[in-house]
């Protein structure tokens, strides 16, 4: 008899408003609220666990970019696997490994993915039970209070629960309900695509820069850029909200992204050349809206297309830099094979 697998997969995302009003140092202060509105993509990040015999000599294997064979979790170099096996306590043989459908490093929320996904693996290896919302949470404590990774907290609650929702932090707690219909998810699906970056990037330097850019910022002054991206977050949800049409949606949609686009210009570090070279691109060539995915100065690109001028918008980029992404509604899974 096989010794069963078990798998954690958990979506990367598209932020597609809000980004930077998730931060707790923002929507923490008094009267403060951030909104993000995003959608959980058809692209995940999984994590894999297979016990192994009490006498096996390498206690803990994990393979990811490279590969480790340690006897103690205390040796394990990888932060996130290491500290989350020293969270749970553990202490038998065990094979583990990740591996996801897109490159890491890409602004897609693929770390906090992971964090997810192991979360949920040991949660499972461990016969404990959480909510989704659980393993959000507990990811952010990892992430953000363990290692003390400076960023926001909208990664973790889109791995964790999935679906195109809008977010809602403040001194309360974090909110959300389903944000959009499936009609107009499905529509979603016919008109996002993704530019893959010649570059990768990390997100630590750039979180960083906005925590500290948040600090600078006076507790109320409601006019600051991150009180104007909130709102706007709000606004643009609400219009979806009562939009008569997909069409009309998906315009509203990309009218918000471009303002927030522009908002952001003015409290994130430059962007690449390369970037806006490939912004401007894909409007001249049909777009609705593109915008940088993730806290870093390069990375994916997400357009918004209209499905009919998607065949037209393809043909000037070359294939292979181009990722159709689909909105999905669920959030982590645990599957065992």
């Not at 909104?35 to 990811?64: C, M, S, W």
């Not at 970056?197 to 850019?213: L, V």
Request: aromatic share 10%; with cysteine.
């Amino acid at each position: 008899m096989g010794v069963d697998v078990n798998i954690a997969r958990a979506p990367m995302r598209v932020s597609f408003l809000g980004g930077g009003t998730d931060f707790p140092n923002y929507y923490k202060q008094e009267g403060m609220v951030g909104r993000v509105l995003g959608t959980t993509i058809d692209k995940y990040v999984y994590a894999y666990a297979l016990n192994q015999p009490d006498f096996e000599n390498v206690k803990i294997r994990f393979n990811y970019r490279t590969s480790e064979s340690v006897e103690k979790v205390d040796q394990i170099q990888h932060p996130v696997a290491r500290e989350a096996l020293k969270l749970y306590g553990w202490d038998k043989p065990i094979n583990i490994g990740t591996m996801a459908d897109l490159p890491g490093r890409s602004g897609l929320g693929s770390s906090s993915a992971f964090t997810v996904a192991f979360i949920a693996l040991l949660e499972k290896l461990l016969h404990r039970e959480s909510t989704h919302h659980q393993l959000a949470e507990s990811a952010i404590k990892l992430e953000r209070e363990v290692l003390a990774e400076e960023g926001g907290h909208q990664d973790q609650f889109h791995a964790a629960i999935g679906g195109f929702r809008l977010y809602e932090y403040s001194s309360r707690g974090v909110t959300y309900d389903k944000a959009f219909s499936d009609s107009f998810s499905q529509y979603l699906g016919e008109s996002l695509v993704l530019y893959a970056p010649s570059e990768s990037r990390s997100s630590k330097d750039f979180a960083n820069f906005t925590s500290q850019n948040i600090d600078a910022i006076k507790k109320h002054d409601e006019k600051s850029v991150y009180a104007e991206l909130s709102q706007l977050t709000l606004d643009v949800f609400e219009k979806i909200q009562t939009s008569q049409s997909n069409e009309k949606s998906l315009s509203l949609l990309g009218e918000g992204m471009s303002e927030a686009w522009k908002l952001k210009q003015k409290i994130s570090r430059e962007s690449s050349q390369a970037t806006l070279d490939v912004i401007d691109k894909g409007l001249a060539s049909g777009a609705l809206a593109g915008k940088l995915c993730g806290a870093g100065g390069s990375g994916f690109v997400a357009f918004l297309v209209p499905p009919d001028a998607m065949t037209s918008f393809s043909s000037h980029f070359d294939a292979s830099n181009l990722v159709y992404a689909k909105p999905s509604n669920a959030g982590v899974e645990i599957f065992t094979i």
